[in-house]
């Protein structure tokens, strides 16, 4: 059964960083597509960035520039890198991977940007 796990999230001022990670259960060395995904109190989940097998990555545009996403596939292992951070990235991450037609949800950690 594939599991996500993310961990890393907290409770951080404006201006400061946190770094997520999503663990797998299973290798990722051939998954195509993993990505970070947020969803904010009272609004749709929307993406945040996805990086593919090859390294390839893609962002929104509201992350670009002060998120990073990696992978470590020895690690089996996605990461977030997140700088700068604003009020508004106040929101549960999630960690999402595809295999074929099916979708794999973590189970979300949460990050809150309070001064």
């Known amino acids: 059964q594939v599991q996500l796990v993310e961990s890393g999230g907290g409770l951080v001022q404006p201006g400061g960083s946190l770094r997520l990670s999503c663990a797998a259960s299973i290798s990722i060395f051939d998954i195509r597509n993993m990505g970070w995904y947020r969803q904010a109190p009272g609004k749709q989940r929307e993406l945040v960035a996805t990086?593919?097998?090859?390294?390839?990555?893609n962002y929104a545009d509201s992350v670009k520039g002060r998120f990073t996403i990696s992978r470590d596939d020895a690690k089996n292992t996605v990461y977030l890198q997140m700088n700068s951070l604003k009020p508004e990235d106040t929101a549960v991450y999630y960690c999402r991977m595809t295999i074929g037609y099916a979708v794999y949800w973590g189970q979300g950690t949460q990050v809150t940007l309070s001064s």
């Open positions: 990086i593919g097998s090859g390294g390839n990555t």
